[in-house]
């Protein structure tokens, strides 16, 4: 996004030119975001605020856009009471279970292919629920050829289950779905062999590394039961419960669940497991609980639900304490941006013939800083990877931002602290977040400026 909105059409500065990632991926998301972020852009620029400003700009429309088609899928609960199927008060409690969940909301604004995805699945849910059946396909082919190909085990279980209920023609649904694969292919191959400079299907070349050779195993596993014990338990939080509930209480809802379920299932065979692989789960569980909730409101002045239901708001108070902590906890996890704006700020080298080359390394690149960070003339930057430690000094650069506490030929002027883990303690508050050093900010001794030499740097 960086790159369409401040290079445009010249392609030979694009970033992932040099930085080309484990695998490529699809341009069509970033284009949309960046073609409604590019007013905004133009304004921040043209007030001269710096470019994380338009980093903001670029999640905002991000986080617009998902949150839009969840209001999509929001609005069919709603319209749904016309077919006897759900209706206002499940929509409210919907709203309120996401408004209760960090993760998912967090995820919105990320610009990742599966957050792109989860937008056409969001709009895939709601033709669902409108009975749209081959829209619903549509959408979720659009996203399995073009964002996430591991959006097909969702596809699956869903098709499947249209088929055995009689809800859809066969020929019908592969007729839409063979014109709606070859639109979108044609799409994503047209537009990403321009960027990339070359033949490609990006989400062809994921669906390789991850599933045929398994290669996406080398970034860690975990249990088959994660999602079940970890992923979801957290994202969801009391619509965890709820959803189990709510499938078990109400006949409507194992016709939406199932599917979405199995896809989870399903998912669990990849030994490399992460949240966002699945994040497109959470608004259907989320519905389920709704309707749970729907239930035990309704019924809260009989004596059992009355217990019941001062448990659910007990949890509910719960939920959102666990979201305050976890949005406490996610501003400390990105040290290398907090560094980096740092230097900028308290080293503002002015007068400067010469650039000021900052490397920044992996775990720097990975824990804040994006080139929506970058500023502009004297400063510098490489991203330059597989350089040892010992072999800095032997270098060119005059500023360095890393994990190494100290570097041979350089002085550590300061360190950001980074989220560690939570703790729990007597008294007030209860629970605390540990933090330690995890990005250091280090000048070239040789290159140390006089006015430098007598800065009081608060070092490391």
Known sequence: MHDILYHRHHLDSYDHLEFPGVVPRTFIGAFIVSLFASPLVSVISWLGFPKFYSLVAARLVLGCIILSTLRFFRIQLLLSQIRNKFGHQVETFFVLLTTFQFHFLFYCTRPLPNILALGLVNLAYGHWLKENFYSALSFLICATVIFRCDTMLLLGPIGLELLLTRSISFWKALKYCVATTLLALGLTIFVDSIMWKKFVWPEFDVFWFNSILNRSSDWGTHSVHWYFTSALPRSLLLAYPLSLLGALADRRLPFF?????????????????????????????????????????????????????MVMLAFFAISAGCTVVTFMASYYNYPSGYALKRLHQISHPVNVAGEEWVHIDTFGAMNGISRFCEDAFPWRYSKEEEIVVEELQNRNFTYLVNEHSSVDGYKCLFHEEGFERLELRRGFPPIVLVKRPKVYVH??????????????????
């Open 443 to 460: 000048q070239d001794m040789k290159k140390k400026k006089e006015d430098q030499l007598h800065k009081k740097w608060p070092g490391c």
């Open 257 to 309: 669940v199932l599917p979405v379920l199995s896809f989870v299932i399903l998912y669990s065979k990849l030994p490399h497991k992460e949240l966002r692989f699945i994040i497109s789960s959470v608004p259907m569980f989320n519905l389920s609980a709704a309707v749970a909730a729907s239930r035990i409101y309704n019924n809260r002045k009989k004596t059992i639900w009355k217990l019941v239901n």
